[in-house]
């Protein structure tokens, strides 16, 4: 059943939990995603843990933020987080929202054990930059359609990837309101989150594709406790490309803890 938490400017943001534990799993989508990208892990793991798949604002059934930012996303993450009362809460963001639950981490640290970043926050020295990202921006700009259905689709995902989850992904994007689509994103390309990840004391694990190289050397120079895994023959979405060995990572990251 579908719940409501009100973040920090009133913005109410959609939440859904099930399971049981001493333990909670809140899941934080990516760019243009909602709770249902969880929903092969919500299945796997609602026997051992309480399970909490939210959509951040702007996306899902939550309300729509006219000023999306990294520290907004990780307000509606403590506000779930409150309105559920938890006290133990592992916290796992894939894409952009690896910035946010960095952030979120640093308003609600006594309940957080761990943070596992999905696929993000690859390398902490080379920060993708909003200069970067500009020939995609541009892209979105001038024909947002053809710019996720060629350009995007062709970055993210990898030659094994799934057709189903391809186009699942890239109708779910390239629905959205282009100038939505453009301002929900910028945050991430905007936002230098290191100083945040040096702030973190609990162990920092990432469950990453190989479509890109993880620089662990990087990231330990800013997280204190840092490790990762990796799946392999999958693009940017590895818990719906690859569920079965994407919950094999989690769950081996989680009996560590």
Not at 56 to 66: C, F, I, T
Not at 92 to 98: D, P
Not at 215 to 241: Q, S, T
Request: with cysteine; net charge negative.
């Amino acid at each position: 059943m579908t719940q409501t938490a009100i973040s920090f400017d009133g913005t109410s943001i959609s939440f859904e939990t099930c399971g049981h534990g001493e333990t909670a799993i809140l899941f934080v989508h990516g760019w243009l995603g909602n709770r249902h990208w969880w929903d092969h892990q919500k299945d796997a793991f609602s026997q051992k843990y309480q399970i909490v798949q939210m959509d951040l604002a702007g996306h899902g059934e939550s309300s729509l933020r006219k000023v999306p930012s990294v520290k907004a996303y990780a307000e509606d993450i403590k506000a779930v987080v409150e309105k559920l009362g938890l006290k133990k809460v592992i916290l796992v963001g894939h894409s952009m929202s690896g910035s946010n639950v960095i952030e979120a981490y640093g308003l609600i640290q006594a309940q957080i054990p761990m943070v596992i970043l999905v696929d993000t926050l690859l390398d902490l020295d080379q920060l993708p930059s909003l200069n970067e990202a500009a020939p995609f921006f541009d892209g979105m700009k001038n024909d947002y359609k053809a710019t996720i259905e060629i350009g995007f689709a062709q970055f993210v995902f990898a030659k094994t990837s799934p057709k189903a989850v391809v186009e699942r992904i890239v109708r779910e994007v390239s629905s959205t309101n282009p100038s939505a689509a453009i301002a929900k994103l910028e945050p991430f390309y905007t936002t230098d989150i290191r100083e945040a990840c040096s702030r973190i004391k609990a162990p920092v694990r990432s469950i990453n594709a190989d479509l890109f190289q993880t620089n662990a050397a990087a990231n330990k120079k800013y997280f204190a406790d840092f490790d990762y895994e990796i799946i392999h023959g999958v693009g940017h979405y590895p818990m719906l490309e690859a569920p079965t060995e994407f919950n094999k990572a989690l769950d081996r990251i989680l009996i560590s803890l």
